[in-house]
C-alpha cells in the first residue's frame, strides 16, 4: 500500500503520513464534499467541521468504522495536522483522485 507525506506547515518542519487507504477512506465517505466554503479557504473552522463530520460518522456507524478510526488516529487527530496541512491533504487527494483508474 503506497504511502504518501504532507507538510503539515508552512516551513516545511512538521509532515503527517497519509496512507493510501486513508485516502480511499476520504473517497467511500466523501469527507472534502461541501466542506470549504464558496470563498475557497481552508482555516482552523474548516479543520474543526471536518472533525466533527467525522465523529458524527464513526457514531452513526455502529459495527464497522475502523477505517474512520484509523483516518482520525493518522490524519484528522495528528498532533502536526492545522489548517495548513489540510489544504495539503485536500491538495494531495485531488491528485490521487486524478490518477485513479476510470472505472467502466
Known sequence: ???YTIQANTSGT????VSEQNLRTIEKY???RHLIDS?????????????LNVRSLIASHENDSKDLLD???????????KAYGLQQLIR???TWL????AED
Open 1 to 3: 500500500m503506497k504511502k
Open 14 to 17: 512538521r509532515t503527517i503520513e
Open 30 to 32: 466523501a469527507l472534502f
Open 39 to 51: 470563498n475557497g479557504i481552508v482555516d482552523e473552522d474548516v479543520l474543526e467541521k471536518l472533525r
Open 71 to 81: 483516518l482520525c488516529i493518522d490524519v484528522i487527530y495528528h498532533n502536526n495536522m
Open 92 to 94: 494531495l487527494y485531488l
Open 98 to 101: 486524478h490518477e485513479q483508474p
